[in-house]
């Protein structure tokens, strides 16, 4: 089960990142090209934020179910703090990757609420950045890389 998890974490990550740089164009050219803001936008921002979410609740699972790494670590967390790969995965990892959720779904509102399409976008832009920097700043870069 821990590794269909994971696989599956990874997969949907992998998805996460290239859909966030298609809403990140979208809302940018929207924004600086004074666009209007269609359903279809509506919809990749709604899929991307719900993806975010459906991977959140996966590595929860991970984290608190199934995972050996964080079993030991929340075990012997003042080891795991000493060890910078440890307390990745035991804090940093869950940590920002959970923020970036909820700055995810405050965009998510707060564009749904605003009241013109250029805020819409401009919204969006702001915060899917802040969003996407969350993202990759707490990627294991060293497990992605090993898988290609």
């Not at 269909?4 to 992998?14: D, G, K, S, V």
């Not at 009241?115 to 969006?124: A, E, G, R």
């Not at 870069?141 to 090993?146: F, G, L, Q």
Request: with cysteine; aromatic share 14%; glycine share 6%.
């Amino acid at each position: 089960m821990y590794q269909i998890l994971l696989n599956a974490h990874f997969i949907i990550a992998c998805v996460i990142i290239l859909m966030s740089i298609g809403v990140l164009i979208k809302s940018y050219s929207g924004w600086l090209g004074n666009k209007a803001y269609s359903k279809g936008d509506n919809g990749m921002t709604a899929g991307f934020v719900g993806l975010i979410w459906l991977n959140c609740i996966i590595g929860l699972a991970l984290y608190f179910a199934f995972s050996p790494i964080t079993e030991y670590a929340l075990q012997h967390m003042g080891e795991a703090m000493k060890n910078s790969k440890m307390r990745f995965y035991a804090v940093e990892h869950i940590s920002v990757m959970f923020f970036a959720a909820i700055v995810a779904q405050v965009a998510r509102v707060k564009v749904k609420k605003a009241s013109s399409d250029l805020q819409k976008f401009k919204l969006s832009a702001i915060f899917y950045t802040i969003t996407f920097a969350l993202l990759v700043s707490r990627i294991p870069w060293d497990r992605v890389m090993a898988k290609f």
